[in-house]
């Protein structure tokens, strides 16, 4: 049943949909398949045996610690999205980890080394892979370009317009959005304390901007953002 499941997923994604039955069917005898719930820690970047990613169901955040034990979410991961050891260099100077937000979770992996070899004998799959990861990455370095030149005020509101954009369902001007994510977790996603986070929502809601609840955020006019 998984080696199916493991060749539907991948044939699926958009990066692999240059190879062939067979080569997808080869792909599926190196890939790992794992099932993970809510609060699960899947990946350190200090492992042994660095590996990549495939997210097929629910919703990650990769959490970066620095020196002193802060944590700041670097990146959410969302369905189709790839993380783990992207560059293919084991850095163990980075300190980072993945852990689950949703209530259940699918994800497919591979080790480094296979999928290296994988690449080189595949120059078309390894060409869309180069374009995936450059454009993954200029999307973290835009945001953290954000960070840097924004007040927390308009960070938040940048984050819930590009998350209502991603994820959000539309009626009309309002927009409703799965809420799996934590005040704590905003906070850390816009870098800076849980208190102004909550502040900053409690606002909003006094001003009819958005409803925050625990499940669910209904933001009344995305255009007002």
């Known amino acids: 049943m998984y080696e199916e499941l493991k060749y539907w997923y ?37 492992s042994d045996l660095p590996r990549i990613f495939l997210l097929k169901k629910g919703n990650i955040k990769i959490v970066a610690v620095d020196e002193d034990g802060n944590e700041t979410i670097k990146d959410i991961i969302q369905k189709g999205d790839l993380f783990g050891e992207l560059t293919l260099e084991a850095d163990h100077k980075t300190n980072e980890y993945a852990k689950v937000l949703s ?32 454009l993954k990455m200029k999307r973290i370095k835009n945001s953290y370009a954000n960070l840097i030149s924004k007040d927390a ?19 009309g001007n309002s927009v409703t959005i799965e809420n799996y994510l934590t005040q704590n977790d905003i906070a850390q996603i816009i870098c800076t304390s849980r208190q102004t986070a909550t502040q900053l929502l409690n606002e909003m809601e006094a001003n009819n901007l958005l409803m925050y609840k625990r499940k669910e955020i209904l933001i009344a006019d995305i255009n007002k953002l």
């Open 103 to 134: 209530d259940d979770v699918v994800i497919c992996s591979f080790l480094m080394s296979d999928f290296e070899d994988l690449l080189l004998r595949n120059p078309t799959l390894a060409l869309s892979y180069t374009k995936f990861v450059g």
């Open 10 to 46: 991948l044939r699926d994604h958009k990066l692999f949909r240059t190879l062939s039955f067979s080569q997808i069917r080869q792909l599926c005898i190196i890939t790992g398949f794992k099932k993970a719930s809510k609060g699960e820690i899947i990946y350190f970047s200090s």
């Open 153 to 171: 005020k308009t960070r938040l509101y940048q984050f819930l317009k590009d998350w209502a954009e991603q994820e959000g369902v539309k009626n």
